[in-house]
T-cell receptor, first 107, second 115 residues
Framework: DAKTTQPTSMDCAEGRAANLPCNHSTISGNEYVYWYRQIHSQGPQYIIHGLKNNETNEMASLIITEDRKSSTLILPHATLRDTAVYYCIVSTNNLFFGTGTRLTVIP | GAVVSQHPSWVICKSGTSVKIECRSL??????MFWYRQFPKQSLMLMATSNEGSKATYEQGVEKDKFLINHASLTLSTLTVTSAHPEDSSFYICSEHSGRVNEQFFGPGTRLTVL
C-alpha cells in the first residue's frame, strides 16, 4: 500500500525550479525514499533515492527532513520534457506506487 | 541505468486467447523482476515478483492461474495473460532489480487491448 501523500497536480514555468513535496509520516527507519517519474505511455524512470541525507544527481536533488516524515524533489531548471507524473515511494524492497503528482511545465 | 526491454510494445487480441509478454534485461543479470499493470488514468499496481528459477510471488487479488509468470533465465521473464478478456486490457510494465542499493529499472511497457 502506498504510504505517501503528494499533491495531485502542479504547474511550473519553464526554466524555473520545480519543487515537488511528499509526506511520508509513517516511514520506518530502514525505508528509503524513492522518486520516479512517468511520461505518458512510457515505463517509469528512476530519478533519485535517499535514506536520510540529502542527495543530488544529474537529474534532481532530494531534500529529506530531519525527522524523515517528508521530502522534496527539486528539479533545478524545469524543461518542457519534465512534464510527467512524479511518484514518491517509501520502501525497503518492492515499490508500491501511489497516485503521484502530475507536473506540467509551462512555456 | 540498466536497460530493460519488453516485447511486444503493443498487442491486440481476441477475447479468450492467450498473450505472452516478454521482459528482457539487456545489460544485467536480474535475479528478481517485477510485473505491474496500469489501467488508464490510474497508477501502477504491482502484480507479482518474479524470481529466477522459482515460482513467482503474486500480490493479493492477482490470479496466478490467469497471469502466468516464468523467469527461466537471469535475463528473461515472461508474463502470459491466459484466456484474456476485455477487462484485462491494460498497460503491462516489468522492472528489474539492479542489485545495487534498491534501484529498479522499468521496461517501456506493453499495451494490451482485448477485443
Amino acid at each position: 500500500d502506498a504510504k505517501t501523500t503528494q499533491p495531485t497536480s502542479m504547474d511550473c514555468a519553464e526554466g524555473r525550479a520545480a519543487n515537488l513535496p511528499c509526506n511520508h509520516s509513517t516511514i520506518s527507519g530502514n525505508e528509503y525514499v524513492y522518486w520516479y517519474r512517468q511520461i505518458h505511455s512510457q515505463g517509469p524512470q528512476y530519478i533519485i533515492h535517499g535514506l536520510k541525507n540529502n542527495e543530488t544527481n544529474e537529474m534532481a536533488s532530494l531534500i529529506i527532513t530531519e525527522d524523515r516524515k517528508s521530502s522534496t524533489l527539486i528539479l533545478p531548471h524545469a524543461t518542457l520534457r519534465d512534464t510527467a507524473v512524479y511518484y514518491c515511494i517509501v520502501s525497503t524492497n518492492n515499490l508500491f506506487f501511489g497516485t503521484g503528482t502530475r507536473l506540467t511545465v509551462i512555456p | 541505468g540498466a536497460v530493460v526491454s519488453q516485447h511486444p510494445s503493443w498487442v491486440i487480441c481476441k477475447s479468450g486467447t492467450s498473450v505472452k509478454i516478454e521482459c528482457r534485461s539487456l545489460d544485467f543479470q536480474a535475479t528478481t523482476m517485477f510485473w505491474y499493470r496500469q489501467f488508464p488514468k490510474q497508477s501502477l499496481m504491482l502484480m507479482a515478483t518474479s524470481n529466477e528459477g522459482s515460482k513467482a510471488t503474486y500480490e493479493q487479488g492477482v490470479e496466478k492461474d490467469k497471469f502466468l509468470i516464468n523467469h527461466a533465465s537471469l535475463t528473461l521473464s515472461t508474463l502470459t495473460v491466459t484466456s484474456a478478456h476485455p477487462e484485462d486490457s491494460s498497460f503491462y510494465i516489468c522492472s528489474e532489480h539492479s542489485g545495487r542499493v534498491n534501484e529498479q529499472f522499468f521496461g517501456p511497457g506493453t499495451r494490451l487491448t482485448v477485443l
